[in-house]
C-alpha cells in the first residue's frame, strides 16, 4: 500500500521533499461487524487547508483541521471505492467520497457527513473532489448563505479560476450579479472571460496598484467579495467595498506559508463601511449536502455550470500537486489520478 508520509512538521513554504512515498501492507478484508470499510482510492483532492495541517500545533492559533503527525501518511478528500466492507450501510462495489488516507487503499470508518455515497455516476468520478464535492459545497454555502447576494450585485473573486473560484463566479452570473475575476496569470484570465462568463478579469501579478486595478474594474464599488487570499488583495478590496458590502472570508492562501502574516490597515474602514466580513467553514454546512446535489446538478445536465480539472497521474505525483497550490501551478481543481477504478 503505497503512502504519502509527511517528514517533519513543515515552516516556511512546504516543499515537495516535505513529503515522501512510502510501502506498507495491507489487509484485503476487514472483519465483519467492525463498522470500517476497506477503500480503495481513486481520486485524492489537493486542497489549500492541508498546508494549515503540516505545521505544529499551536494552540494560539488553532487550524480548523487537526495537524498531520510527521512519519504518517497525510489525509485529505478523496473519491473511493468500497473493495470490503464491515459496515452494515456499505457494500463491495459502492462508490463514496470523503475523508481518506493519501494512500492507495484506506481503512476508514464512515462517518455521516464526512462520507457520502456517489448516487449520480453519470459525471465524471473525479468531479468529487471538487464541483461534486468540498469545494462545491465551499463555494454554494459561501457564496448564497455568507455574501446573501442579490440581482444586479457587483461581485469580486480572488484566486477565480480555482476549485471554488470558478464556480463563485459562475453563481453569480447565474444570480444576475457583474463578475470580476483575479487569477495568476494570462491562461487563467482567459479561462475567466472565456470559459466561465466572467464580465471581466484581471493577472494580478501584473498589477502594480491593486486599488486602482480594482477601481478600474469597479467605478461604483464591490457588493461582495468572495476572498480567497487575503493579505495586500483584502487591504485594496476593502478600499473599494461599498458601504453594506459583505466580505465571505473564505481563505487567504497568500497567508498560509508566512512565518508572520502580513498586517491588513484597510480593516479599519469595516466600521466606517459597514461592511460585513465573516468566516466560514464548509465542514459546518455539510448536512445540505443533498440540498446542494439538487441545486447544482440539473445545471451541470444543462451545461450551464463548467468545470475545470488539473489531473496530476498517479500517487507519486500527490507531493509535486499539493505543494504546487501555492504557487499557482494549477489551472483549475488539482486532484491525483491514483487509479482508475
Ligand atoms: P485553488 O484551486 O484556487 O488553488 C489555489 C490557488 O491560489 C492557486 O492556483 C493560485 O492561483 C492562488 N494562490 C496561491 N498562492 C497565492 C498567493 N500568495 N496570492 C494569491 N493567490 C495565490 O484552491 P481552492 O479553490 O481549493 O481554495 C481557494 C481558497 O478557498 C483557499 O484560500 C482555501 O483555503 C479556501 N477554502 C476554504 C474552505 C472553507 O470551508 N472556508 C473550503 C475550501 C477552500 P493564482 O494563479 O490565481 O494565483
Not at 457494500?91 to 467520497?97: M, S, V, Y
Not at 473573486?157 to 470580476?180: H, P, R
Not at 498560509?256 to 466600521?271: C, F
Request: hydrophobic share 40%.
Amino acid at each position: 500500500n503505497k503512502q504519502v508520509v509527511l517528514l517533519d512538521y513543515v515552516t516556511g513554504f512546504a516543499k515537495e521533499s516535505d513529503l515522501v512515498i512510502t510501502s506498507t501492507t495491507i489487509d484485503l478484508r476487514v472483519p465483519k461487524g467492525s463498522m470500517t470499510a476497506l477503500v480503495k482510492n481513486l481520486y485524492l483532492s489537493c486542497d489549500p487547508y492541508m498546508r494549515n495541517r503540516m505545521r505544529k500545533p499551536d494552540p494560539l492559533s488553532p487550524a480548523t483541521a487537526q495537524s498531520f503527525t510527521p512519519g504518517k501518511p497525510i489525509s485529505g478528500f478523496g473519491v473511493s471505492k468500497v473493495i470490503d466492507s464491515g459496515h452494515s450501510d456499505y457494500e463491495e462495489g459502492d462508490l463514496i467520497w470523503g475523508a481518506v488516507g493519501w494512500e492507495e487503499y484506506s481503512v476508514i470508518t464512515p462517518i455521516p457527513n464526512l462520507h457520502f455515497k456517489i448516487h449520480h455516476t453519470n459525471f465524471p468520478l473525479s468531479y468529487y473532489t471538487g464541483l461534486l464535492g468540498m469545494p462545491g459545497m465551499t463555494a454554494y454555502v459561501g457564496f448564497y448563505e455568507i455574501c446573501t447576494p442579490k440581482k444586479g450585485d457587483t461581485v469580486f473573486v480572488s484566486a477565480a479560476s480555482g476549485a471554488v473560484g470558478q464556480l463563485v463566479g459562475q453563481f453569480a452570473k447565474l444570480m444576475g450579479c457583474y463578475v470580476v475575476g483575479s487569477a495568476g496569470s494570462k491562461e487563467k484570465v482567459d479561462l475567466l472571460k472565456n470559459k466561465f462568463g466572467f464580465d471581466d478579469a484581471f493577472n494580478y501579478k501584473e498589477e502594480h496598484n491593486l486599488i486602482g486595478a480594482l477601481k478600474r474594474c469597479f467605478p461604483e464599488g464591490i457588493d461582495i467579495y468572495f476572498e480567497n487570499v487575503g493579505g495586500k488583495m483584502l487591504d485594496a478590496v476593502i478600499l473599494n467595498m461599498r458601504p453594506h458590502g459583505r466580505i465571505a472570508a473564505c481563505g487567504m492562501i497568500s497567508q498560509y506559508n508566512l512565518k508572520n502574516p502580513e498586517g491588513i490597515y484597510g480593516l479599519s474602514l469595516i466600521t466606517y463601511k459597514r461592511i460585513r466580513i465573516e468566516g466560514f467553514n464548509c465542514f459546518d454546512y455539510f448536512h445540505k449536502y443533498s440540498e446542494f446535489l439538487e441545486f447544482v446538478v440539473p445545471y451541470i445536465k444543462e451545461g450551464k455550470i463548467k468545470y475545470v480539472e488539473d489531473v496530476a497521474d498517479g500517487l507519486e505525483s500527490a507531493p509535486a500537486a499539493l505543494v504546487g497550490l501555492f504557487h499557482g501551478k494549477n489551472v483549475g481543481k488539482q486532484l491525483v489520478l491514483v487509479s482508475p477504478s
